[in-house]
């Protein structure tokens, strides 16, 4: 079965970190680049952060550059982020996402998982 | 870049035709722009990429057009199980991906 299944989110406290995952199923993961997407409460969608393939490269939105860390271990077939130094206005369903190639940065997004929600909160 | 969606909502009955907007403020490279719908409660679904190409599995009602700046996703011959939240997304200026605000289509 293709899929994506996050996990990790949770209420935590301003400043703090927390490390989400995904793990990928039913299709060869190191094929393609991955990406995180984040949906805060009641609103749209925001790019997060992506590694290529091989996690050689990476790339993150403006909004979370120097706190949020990609990464990748193809022999699990899992992708993380590693949030630090969280805001509230960090809190949102974090989306992994697959992309269609295995390089490009920029691309859309042909499968999604399901979400983990993440609350900022003191 | 930023996009612009219009209208933020739209009410239509079914079997009527629906046409949503996505604007860009800068031209969009290789036509690098998809679209997704968005249920409540569940995880947007590519439904258009490289701005007309439908993704697997989606009905012929749903198609895309568009290039440069403008760009439109029309959905024929609703069905009650349209209604969603449709977005826009660009992808043509690396690295930074951009989604527009979203527009509501209510299928009454």
């Known amino acids: 079965q293709v899929q994506l299944v996050e996990s990790g989110g949770g209420v935590v406290q301003p400043g703090t970190s927390l490390r989400l995952s995904c793990a990928a199923s039913g299709f060869t993961f190191g094929d393609s680049a991955m990406h995180w997407v984040r949906q805060a409460p009641g609103k749209g969608l925001e790019w997060v952060a992506v590694t290529s393939y091989d996690g050689s490269n990476y790339y993150y939105g403006d909004s979370v550059q120097g706190r949020f860390t990609v990464s990748r271990d193809n022999s699990r077939n899992t992708v993380s982020l590693e949030m630090k130094r969280l805001r509230p206005e960090d809190t949102a369903v974090y989306y992994c996402?697959?992309?269609?190639?295995?390089?490009?940065?920029?691309?859309?997004?042909?499968?999604w998982g399901r979400g983990t929600l993440v609350t900022v909160s003191s | 870049i930023v996009l612009t969606q219009s209208p933020g909502t739209l009410s239509l009955s079914p079997g009527e035709r629906a046409t949503l907007s996505c604007r860009a403020s800068?031209?969009?490279?290789?036509?690098?722009l998809a679209w997704y719908q968005q249920k409540p409660g569940q995880a947007p679904r590519l439904l258009i990429y490289g701005a007309a190409n439908r993704a697997t599995g989606i009905p012929d009602r749903f198609s895309a057009s568009g290039s440069g700046t403008d760009f439109a996703l029309t959905i024929s011959r609703l069905e009650p199980e349209d209604s969603a939240v449709y977005y826009c997304q660009q992808y043509g200026k690396s690295p930074s991906i951009t989604f527009g605000q979203g527009t509501r289509l209510e299928i009454k």
């Open positions: 996402a697959k992309g269609p190639l295995a390089i490009a940065a920029n691309s859309y997004f042909d499968l």
């Open positions: 800068q031209r969009v490279s290789s036509n690098n």
